[in-house]
């Protein structure tokens, strides 16, 4: 079983996304782990569905995207379709997935993880990933075995392994280690994971390769569990890669000798090359149907007259049967020849396909020498002018090949012409895609950026004008809708006129009482300052009354005191 690893660096280009599939395909991997896919919940939706066209089942976990966030991180995994193979768990620090492949009773966790370099804002997040990631090796271990490959972004030098009693000596062009390389060779050894890179007497190689060449380095890993070294073969280095996804990482393989599950993996493929009928279902050329339908006319005969010489059910159940698989295999006979005949019509559009994919390389390859130079040349511009007409010469040919196939299914097949048309006009399940041409109503493929835009400027206006000499414009429906509109104008303009009117009387009843205020509050200053004076006039009588009082009480005292003085002297007189 092969093993791939590696970082893709975002690669969201249809093209580029097709062609890794496809070398994926080539070198016959089993299992893939991508890491910094960039993808959010809707591009992994659409890689999911490439991904089963080449046999292989997709499992993603996605960052959540902040506002104008062009993506970062992610992680997928590739199965092949002919595995048992289940999620079985997405770490909360969304840069790690768990993947359990079954092959018979036994189980293999794959596991994918994307480690952020220490400089990344999410660095602290990623000291709990690779805690986390600790805890899952020692629970599955308990239940299968284990390999976790991706980008690590650490650097562990000739650190060497362990596993159990036996110590694995590595050999590694870099001596370079820094301090989570430290700890994760820790977590590894403490789990009896060994790292294949440099083991077994060959030399780890670089995985990174900096754009100026100043930095390169060791980033890239796969580790498994102890007991699986022994199955498993030397690391190879895809180079190719960097090229083919344009990133400055290479690609890590490595194969997973299992014989029960090759075994059983090639017995599949036999049954399945038995009793699988699914390139007659792919055939869409009336043409062909047309043929296999006289095959099975004459079929059925034969078939009628074997079920009338059995007596019992299942017999003519059987009879049936092997007469419906006896028409399928003719009919998958047919499709080899009727492929054979439509791709000679293809020819012209695969010729220009592989030469556009070659024209891209190239232009890739130069990219990356000019931001080393950090200058353009000519031949660039033509490799650029040249990929333009590609381009435009391939969407001709496939635009012209729709077109015909929808004149041929417009009335057999109604579900296809509709699909056709949406395929013609650029829609599609992913969302709503402007395409990138337009035909303006001459007929006229428009690619240019303004001249796109103006035609989608003549389409919005004519939308939005009414033609009343048109024979298919509702006239009677035109006149209802503008009386409507004329009396909801009118309704409108009485409403805003009342308001007005209660508005304008809401303040003229507000300035009154303000006057109405005013009016009392000077009345009731007036009325303070007499009152003020009442009571200062009443306290001076009131002073002025008691001091008279005082006054007289101390007068008609003296003045009695010798009243009884002179009054005793006289009776004193008058006895004596």
């Known amino acids: 079983m092969s093993i791939v690893v590696g970082n893709i660096q975002g690669v969201k280009d249809e093209d580029c996304m ?64 002919d595995l048992r193979s289940k999620e079985v768990k997405k770490s909360k620090h969304e840069d790690m997935l768990w993947v359990c492949v079954e092959g018979g ?24 990933l690779i805690q986390e990631l600790a805890e899952d090796i020692a629970r599955y271990q308990q239940e299968g075995t284990v390999m976790v490959g991706g980008d690590w972004n650490c650097k562990i030098g000739e650190i060497q392994s362990e596993a ?55 980033d890239d890993y796969i580790a498994v569990s102890g007991g699986m070294v022994h199955k498993t073969s030397h690391i190879d280095y895809w180079l190719d890669m960097r090229d083919l ?11 997973l000798y299992n014989r029960r599950q090759e075994q059983k993996g090639e017995n599949s493929k036999e049954k399945k090359k038995i009793i699988s009928f699914s390139q007659v279902g792919k055939m869409k050329d009336d043409r062909y149907w047309e043929e296999i339908q006289h095959v099975s006319d004459d079929k059925m005969k034969a078939i009628i007259e074997m079920m009338n010489n059995k ?60 931001k080393e130079k950090g200058e353009k040349n000519m031949k660039w511009r033509e490799l650029k002018r040249q990929i333009k007409s590609i381009r435009k010469r391939i969407r001709t040919i496939k635009m012209g090949r729709i077109i015909k196939e929808m004149r041929e299914c417009r009335v057999s097949d109604t579900s296809r012409y509709w699909k056709l048309i949406k ?7 992913g969302g709503s895609k402007v395409p990138a041409t337009v035909v303006d109503g001459a007929g006229v493929e428009k690619v240019r950026g303004d001249e796109v835009l103006k035609v989608w400027g003549e389409a919005f206006r004519l939308l939005g004008e009414d033609d009343l000499n048109d024979e298919d414009f509702d006239r009677e429906f035109a006149e209802e809708v503008e009386k409507e509109v004329t009396e909801m104008e009118d309704r409108k303009n009485e409403e805003q006129e009342q308001e007005a009117e209660e508005a304008e009387e809401a303040e003229e009843a507000e300035e009154v009482e303000e006057v109405q205020e005013k009016e009392k509050e000077e ?22 009354e008691k001091q008279r009082r005082q006054l007289n009480r101390k007068i008609s005292r003296k003045e009695v005191n010798q009243a009884i003085f002179r009054l005793k002297n006289q009776r004193g007189g008058q006895v004596e």
């Open 18 to 81: 097709t062609d890794l599939l496809d070398e994926l395909k080539r070198r016959r991997a089993r299992v893939a782990i991508l890491t910094e896919t960039h993808f959010d919940v809707r591009e992994s939706e659409e890689f999911k569905k490439m991904a089963n066209e080449f046999g292989y089942r997709s499992y993603s976990i996605t960052r959540w995207m902040r506002r104008f966030d062009h993506g970062s991180g992610g992680v997928t995994v590739l199965v092949c379709e």
């Open 105 to 128: 009773d036994e189980k293999l966790f794959v596991g994918g993880i994307y480690i952020v370099p220490t400089s990344s804002s999410r660095a602290r997040k990623a000291e709990e």
């Open 164 to 218: 159990g009693d036996r110590i694995y000596e590595r050999q590694s062009v870099s001596k370079k280690v820094d301090t989570r390389g430290k700890k994760m060779m820790e977590i590894m050894n403490a789990n009896n994971m060994v790292v294949l890179n440099g083991i077994g007497g060959k030399r780890a190689e670089h995985t990174y390769f900096d754009r100026k060449g100043d930095s390169d380095g060791i």
């Open 245 to 255: 996804v344009d990133s400055d990482h290479c690609g890590l393989q490595c194969e």
């Open 311 to 370: 007596e019992d059910i299942e017999g003519k159940w059987n009879a049936l049967k092997e007469g419906i698989i006896g028409v399928l295999k003719v009919a998958k006979k047919r499709t080899k020849k009727w492929t054979k005949r439509l791709s000679k019509q293809n020819d012209e559009e695969g010729k220009l396909k592989d030469e556009f994919k070659a024209r891209k390389n190239e232009k890739r390859r130069m990219e990356r020498q000019f």
């Open 423 to 429: 395929e013609l006009g650029g829609c599609c399940k």
């Open 523 to 544: 009345r009731g200053g007036d009325e303070d300052d007499d009152r003020e004076e009442e009571r200062e006039d009443e306290d001076n009588i009131a002073q002025e």
